[in-house]
C-alpha cells in the first residue's frame, strides 16, 4: 500500500486483479470485487463488519487508509463467516500487530500529490509495557479540485467548459483520530479500538442536482481549495473491542461494537414537481440541508475454534442491530430498523498432509422495518384533484431466514497447489431496494423501489491452481456464477414529469444472471534483483431473464491486463529496499452495457513507482514516489461514478510519501 498509495483505501488496493472502484473524484471510492459490489461486498474493521451508507454510488469508504495495516481480500462468497452481506466478497482489514515489548515510538507520515495539491500527514505513536499497551493516531489531509486532461465535457448535452482542466468543486478535507489499548496476557488479551473519520469534500457542481447550468462558474474558479454548495459532510464514530480467551484446546474470540455513520448532502434548494417556489421559513429543515443519514450500529460476534482429533472446528454467531433515520427537504429512502442474527460450522478435515477438505453450513434471521414518510409540501390528489400529502413509503415489515453452506478441497503436490470450492449464498433486500421513492441527484434519476423483492441468493464455483518454482510463481482462478433472483436497478422507458422533473424512471427489478470469469497472476524472477510480472482479469455477465434479457449487469468491468517490471539493486551503499518499478495496464473496450450506460473505449496506461529507505539517527526512513498516468493520457473508466457525463479520470499525478520513524529510549518506559 506504501508503494501504490492512493486518495482512498481502496484506489490503493485496485492494482490487484479481480479488485476495482466506483471511483468519486480524487479521494472516495468504493469497492468491486470481480463486478459486484455496494451492499454485496462488506468491509470489516477489525472483526465489525463496517457499516455506512454502502448502497450510494456516491457514498465513499470512510476508512484511514494511514491506520490499515495489512488487508486480506476474499473473492467469491464469504458470507458462511461474515454474514450475508458478503455474497460477492470481503475487505478484511485486519487487526494491527501489538507494539513489540518494551518499545516506545512511533512514525510520522507525510504526502503530497501534485494533481490536486494534497498535502497530508498523519502522525502515530505507541508505547507498551511487557502486557499492557497504547496507540495513537492522527490524520489530516486538505487537497483542491483535481485535474483532467480535458478542457470541455458535456453534461447531458449541455457543454461545459473547464478553468484550467480543474474539476470544479472537487475540494475537500479528511481528518482521522484513531486510540486502542489492550491487555495482552498468556491466556486472556482483550483490546479496545476507538477510531472518528470526518470528510468533507465536494461534488462536481456542474453534475449534480436538477440543473446542470444553473452553476456559478465565477465563483467556483475564484479558488481551487474552497468547497461551495454541493457538498457533503461525513463523520464516521467507532468502538470496537476484541478479545481472547484461551482455554485447552478451546480458543474462543468475541467482537463487539458500536458505529455512528453521519452523512449530511448540502445544496442549494431547487423546487420540481409540486414543491413551493420559494422555501418555506416554517419548515424545521435547513434550506441547505439536501438529505441527511443517521445510522447507528450494534455489533456482536463470537466464535470459537477447537481441534478435535483430523478436524479443525469453527463455531460462531454475528448479531447486529441498526437504527437509520433520516432528514433534509428531499426523499430517497426512508428510516428503517435493521435486526439481524446469524450462526455458522465451519469444518477443516485433514485427511493427509496433501489433502485438506472443508465445509461449511450457516443460518441466518433477519427482520427489516421501514417506517412512512409524507412529503412536507402538498401535492394535488390523483383521486379528486384536492391537495394532500403524498406518502412517499408506507410502513412496511419483512423478515428473511435463509440456509447456505459450502464445500472445497485444498490439495498439494510437489510444486502444485489446487484449490475447488463450490456454495450457495444469500442476501436480503435492503431498504433503497424495497422503498426508494424520489430524484437522485446524483444521477439525474427518479428511483422507485419494489416492495415485493425476494431474497438474493447466490451459486457459486471457484478454482485456484497455482504452479511454484525457484523462479515463476503462475496462479489461475477461475469462477462461475447463477443469480436465480438478481437484484437490479432497471431503467425503464418512463419520466417522472410530476415529481422528479421529468428525469428517466429507474425500477428495481430481479432476473437471472450468469457471471464468469476469472484471474490469472504470473511472476517471472530471474534473477534476485529483477521480476516481471502480468496481472490479468476477465468478466463476463449476462442477464437471462427481465426486461434486459441479453444485456449484461451495470457497472461491469471491461477485461483488463497489467505488465510490470521492478529491478531492485542489491548494493546500493547506505540505501536500503531500493526499487523502480513500471506498470504498463491495457483495458479493453467495454461494448458490453445496460442502457443508460454507455460503450467506453479501451485504453493503455503507464505508471512508475520507486523508493528507498535510509539510516537516520539509528531510524529507516522511508521515501516513496509514484508518476500515475505518466503521459497523461485521457481515458474514461466504465466504472466510475462520473462516467454518464463522460468524465474522464485524473490526469498526471506526482506523489511523494515520506515515512518517519522515531523510538524512544527503553530507559523511559515503566515496567508494569
Known amino acids: 500500500m506504501q508503494q501504490h498509495l492512493g486518495g482512498s483505501l481502496m484506489q490503493s488496493l485496485q492494482r490487484l486483479p479481480g479488485v476495482k472502484t466506483i471511483g468519486i473524484g480524487s479521494g472516495q471510492s468504493k469497492p468491486l470485487i470481480r463486478g459486484l459490489g455496494f451492499n454485496r461486498v462488506i468491509v470489516l474493521d477489525k472483526g465489525i463488519k463496517h457499516e455506512g451508507q454502502q448502497w450510494g454510488a456516491d457514498h465513499g469508504l470512510e476508512i484511514d487508509q494511514f491506520s490499515v495495516d495489512e488487508v486480506e481480500i476474499l473473492k467469491g462468497p464469504a458470507s458462511f463467516v461474515f454474514g450475508s452481506d458478503a455474497i460477492g466478497g470481503a475487505i478484511n ?11 516506545f515510538g512511533g512514525d510520522i507520515n507525510l504526502i503530497g500529490k501534485t494533481n490536486n495539491a494534497l498535502l497530508g500527514t498523519s502522525v502515530n505513536l505507541f508505547k507498551r509495557t511487557n502486557k499492557w499497551f497504547a496507540t495513537g493516531r492522527f490524520t489530516l489531509q486538505d487537497y483542491g479540485d483535481y485535474k483532467v486532461p480535458t478542457d470541455r465535457l458535456y453534461v447531458y448535452d449541455f457543454a461545459v467548459d473547464l478553468h484550467q482542466n480543474y474539476l470544479r468543486n472537487t475540494a475537500g478535507r479528511e481528518t482521522g483520530l484513531h486510540f486502542s489499548t489492550g491487555y495482552l496476557g498468556d491466556t486472556f488479551r482483550s483490546t479496545f479500538y476507538v477510531s472518528n473519520t470526518y470528510s468533507k469534500s465536494g461534488f462536481f457542481a456542474n453534475a449534480h442536482g436538477l440543473e446542470p447550468r444553473r452553476v456559478d462558474a465565477a465563483l467556483h474558479d475564484r479558488s481551487s481549495r474552497d468547497i461551495q454548495t454541493p457538498f457533503q459532510k461525513v463523520n464516521h464514530f467507532k468502538v470496537i473491542n476484541h478479545t481472547e480467551i484461551r482455554l485447552a484446546n478451546h480458543q474462543l474470540e468475541i467482537e463487539s461494537g458500536f458505529q455512528n455513520n453521519f452523512r449530511q448532502e448540502y ?40 481441534q478435535l482429533g483430523n478436524h479443525e472446528l469453527q463455531l460462531g454467531m454475528n448479531a447486529e442491530i441498526q437504527n437509520n433515520n433520516i432528514n433534509g427537504w428531499s426523499f430517497l429512502v426512508p428510516a428503517f430498523d435493521q435486526k439481524s442474527l446469524g450462526a455458522y460450522v465451519y469444518d477443516k478435515l485433514w485427511i493427509s498432509d496433501r489433502l485438506l477438505l472443508h465445509g461449511a453450513v450457516r443460518y441466518d434471521h433477519i427482520d427489516l422495518n421501514l417506517y412512512r414518510y409524507e412529503d412536507w409540501f402538498q401535492s394535488p390528489s390523483s383521486e379528486n384533484g384536492a391537495p394532500s400529502y403524498l406518502v412517499r413509503a408506507d410502513n412496511m415489515n419483512r423478515s428473511f431466514n435463509s440456509l447456505t453452506g459450502s464445500v472445497g478441497l485444498n490439495y498439494n503436490i510437489s510444486q502444485w497447489e489446487l484449490k475447488a470450492n463450490i456454495g450457495k449464498s444469500f442476501r436480503a433486500p435492503i431498504a433503497k431496494e424495497l422503498s426508494a421513492n424520489g430524484v437522485n441527484y446524483h444521477y439525474f434519476s427518479y428511483e422507485k423501489g419494489n416492495p415485493n ?39 425503464t422507458s418512463d419520466h417522472d414529469y410530476f415529481y422528479g422533473a421529468g428525469n428517466q424512471v429507474f425500477e428495481y427489478s430481479q ?34 431473464s427481465g426486461d434486459k434479457t441479453g444485456y449484461t449487469l451495470p457497472f461491469s468491468p471491461p477485461a483488463s491486463a497489467l505488465f510490470n517490471i521492478t529491478y531492485k539493486p542489491i548494493h546500493t551503499g547506505v540505501l536500503h529496499h531500493t526499487y523502480l518499478s513500471v506498470d504498463y495496464r491495457i483495458t479493453a473496450t467495454q461494448n458490453n452495457i445496460v442502457p443508460p450506460e454507455k460503450k ?62 522515531f523510538h524512544f529510549s527503553k530507559s523511559h518506559i515503566t515496567e508494569n
Open 93 to 103: 482489514i485486519k487487526r494491527p500487530p501489538p507494539p513489540a515489548p518494551h518499545s
Open 453 to 491: 423483492l425476494s431474497p438474493e441468493e447466490s451459486y457459486q464455483a471457484d478454482l485456484g491452481v497455482v504452479f511454484s518454482s525457484t523462479k515463476l510463481r503462475a496462479e489461475a482462478s477461475p469462477f462461475f456464477n447463477y443469480f436465480p433472483n438478481y437484484i437490479y436497478l432497471n431503467p
Open 600 to 661: 467506453t473505449e479501451g485504453y493503455s496506461l503507464v505508471n512508475v513507482q520507486a523508493g528507498t529507505s535510509f539510516p537516520f539517527q539509528n531510524n529507516n526512513i522511508q521515501l516513496s514516489l509514484q508518476v500515475q498516468n505518466l503521459f497523461d493520457t485521457k481515458y474514461l473508466n466504465h466504472t466510475s461514478f462520473y462516467r454518464l457525463i463522460g468524465l474522464p479520470e485524473q490526469g498526471r499525478n506526482l506523489v511523494l510519501s515520506l515515512k518517519i520513524p
Open 267 to 306: 445544496n442549494n434548494y431547487v423546487n420540481h414537481g409540486y414543491m413551493p417556489a420559494i422555501y418555506p421559513d416554517s419548515l424545521n429543515i435547513p434550506k441547505n440541508l439536501e438529505r441527511e443519514f443517521d445510522k447507528n450500529v450494534y455489533s456482536l460476534n463470537a466464535k470459537d475454534a477447537f
Open 511 to 544: 432476473a437471472r444472471v450468469i457471471r464468469y470469469g476469472g484471474e490469472l497472476q504470473v511472476k517471472y524472477q530471474p534473477w534476485e534483483n529483477l521480476s516481471a510480472e502480468m496481472l490479468g482479469e476477465y468478466i463476463y455477465a449476462k442477464q437471462l
